[in-house]
Every structure is written in structure tokens, then in C-alpha cells.
């Protein structure tokens, strides 16, 4: 059985560790460099082992939030070189920062598409069975926001693939100079996915299919 492998009995072991000095403590939280690796390194690699044992069972079910709408499987994505760093690597900041923004991406689609349920993904509201159409509702949501100062486009979310993506840009001063006089952020009124700029174009990462914030 995989789960007797000796390096899935020890990140077990360690994720114990964790959940016991978290619960037990109250004061023991492990870094930001230290969860993603106990995230992204451990526990995703652990999921998957387990689904795929289970396949079968399931008759081919896949979770609805393993994939977004668009086509990007988050889990395999995360189990991917580009992904893959060592306690050894934190060090090597250009080696693992790309990663750790690359993780950040995968799990804002991640949370964005879990928040949708498998009847949204449908076209149907769960807690609202008469209404036709809620996709759209969000769409005509997002197209109000065209009249926001900020507004800078709307286009179609790389997450749920809806035209609900909403992308603004607001001019400010450049206090740190840092070569930019303008700040961009966008959300999705459909799956509420959402990014500031500061954690670069998701084009960047191979994750849209074009560039999604303004670059002057």
C-alpha cells in the first residue's frame, strides 16, 4: 500500500506534529515559506496518491475543484516541476520565489473554483432553482462596473470562463519608484476570482491566454 512508503509515513508524521502544536499550543505556526512547502510538498502529493488509489471506486469522479472551467487541472499543475522545491532550496531566492508565486496562483484558482459548486458550474443556483440563468446575472454585474472610475476592461475569467472578469487601474503617486504610476487589481463576478499586480500577470505563468493586467 502507498501510504506504507517511508516518505509518506514520515510528512504524515510531520503534518501530525504540526496539527498537534497548532490545536494543543494555540502559539506555534510555521512561516510562510515553511506552510506552503507543508501544503504544496506534502499534503497535495499525499491527496493525489489517494485519489488515484481510489479512481476506480469512484467510477472516474473527479472533484469539480481539481479543474477549472477553463481547463487548468490545479492539482496537476501543483504536482508539477515547476513546483517542486526542497526545505534545502529556501535559500536560493531566485530559484524558489517563482515557485512560491506560481503555488499563489494555483491556489487563488483553486479557492475561486472550489467556491463554485457543482450546480453553479451547471448554470444553476442551488438556493435559487427558479431563476434562469445566474451566469448571466454575474455578467451583467461585472459590465455595471464599466462605469467605475477604475475601470480599465472586462474580459473573459481564465478561472470560470465567463465574460465577469473585471480588471481595473487606478493612477497614484510613485512614493517608492519603483517605475510605475498606477496600481491594478481585478475580480471575477462570477467565481470571485481575484489578484492584485503585485503578484504578476497569470500570463506570465502560462495560466491565461493573453496578458490580463495594463502594463503602461
Known sequence: MFLNDPKIILDLEKINQWRNRLIHN??????????????????????????????????????????????????????????????????????????????GHLKELGRANYSQD???????KHDEPGYDNPIGRNVRFAKLEEKNEHFFKRTKCNCCN????????????????????FISWFRCFNCDYSLNMNMFDPFEFGLSEEPIFPTC
Not at 45 to 74: D, Q
Not at 118 to 124: H, P, Q
Open 26 to 103: 494555540g502559539n506555534k505556526l510555521p512561516n510562510f515559506i515553511l506552510f506552503e512547502f507543508l501544503i504544496s510538498q506534502q499534503i497535495i502529493p499525499i491527496v493525489t496518491a489517494i485519489y488515484k488509489a481510489e479512481k476506480n471506486s469512484l467510477m472516474g469522479f473527479e472533484p469539480h475543484y481539481f479543474k477549472t472551467l477553463t481547463g487548468i487541472n490545479i492539482i496537476e499543475k501543483l504536482n508539477n516541476a515547476n513546483c517542486k522545491f526542497s526545505l534545502t532550496d529556501i535559500e536560493n531566492k531566485n530559484y524558489i520565489i517563482p515557485k512560491l508565486f506560481l503555488i
Open 118 to 124: 457543482f450546480y453553479m458550474m451547471k448554470n444553476i
Open 162 to 181: 465567463a465574460e465577469s472578469l473585471v480588471v481595473y487601474k487606478r493612477k497614484i503617486d510613485d512614493f517608492f519608484q519603483i517605475g510605475t504610476d
